[in-house]
């Protein structure tokens, strides 16, 4: 048990459509990770919060937008995403001392 | 830098029988290495760490992993393979001090046989 819940599970979207991701974990944890994961491949890292503030963000493109309202909850907002952006895209906390990442179950994206 | 090679794409084994997925790794100082796995539409699932101490470390699901040093490898095992072990499996590394984010391997898909 991660203790990372992502919803939706899945969620199908146009490339006009704006749609946000969730992410929530209740362990006080104060850092929160983004992946974005195409199939049979390894997750790629987007976003990283730390204290609730963007500490790294890999070149993602500015379709993808993060928030972190509280240090329990993590938003993906998307807006005219490509049908290139149609992945598994998953949250990830750490472990308490830090050295471990454990996921969430992931929300398959489709963009049509 | 760090980085993570698993050499093979696929490993086809028959259930019974004892499994072996490979990995090998680089990083500058000590590594923390890790095996994930992930089932169909399914996020990564933590199997095993290792930090430090026993070369042999033990996870979930009966599977193990041994350290090796000398040839910087951290393959991962299970005595008898089920048909439920079928997964893609990954290999991780990050190295004691330098940054929190690992560097994950492409991944090897696992094929256990009926």
């Known amino acids: 048990d991660t203790e990372v819940t992502q919803t939706p599970k899945h969620l199908v979207m146009g490339m006009t459509n704006k749609k946000s991701l969730k992410c929530e974990q209740h362990?006080?944890?104060?850092?929160m990770y983004w992946y974005k994961q195409k199939a049979k491949k390894p997750p790629e890292l987007m976003f990283v919060y730390s204290y609730e503030k963007l500490s790294i963000n890999e070149s993602v493109p500015s379709r993808f937008s993060p928030e972190c309202p509280n240090s329990s909850l993590l938003n993906l907002h998307l807006h005219a995403l490509q049908p290139e952006d149609s992945a598994l895209y998953l949250c990830a906390r750490p472990s308490l001392g830090g050295d471990t990442q454990y996921f969430g179950p992931g929300t398959r994206l489709t963009v049509l | 830098a760090q980085s993570v090679a698993q050499p093979e794409d696929q490993v086809n084994v028959a259930e019974g029988n004892p499994l072996t997925v490979k990995c090998t790794y680089s990083v500058s100082g000590n590594p923390y290495l890790f095996w994930y796995v992930q089932y169909p539409n399914r996020g990564l699932q933590f199997l095993l760490k290792y930090i430090t101490g026993d070369n042999l470390v033990k996870g979930s699901y009966g599977f193990e992993a041994e350290f090796n040093k000398s040839q910087t490898s951290f393959h991962l095992k299970k005595p008898s393979a089920l048909v439920s072990d079928s997964a893609l499996y990954f290999c991780a590394v990050r190295s004691l001090g330098g940054s929190y984010i690992p560097t994950f391997g492409r991944g090897t898909s696992l094929i256990v046989h009926p």
């Open positions: 362990m006080g944890h104060r850092a």
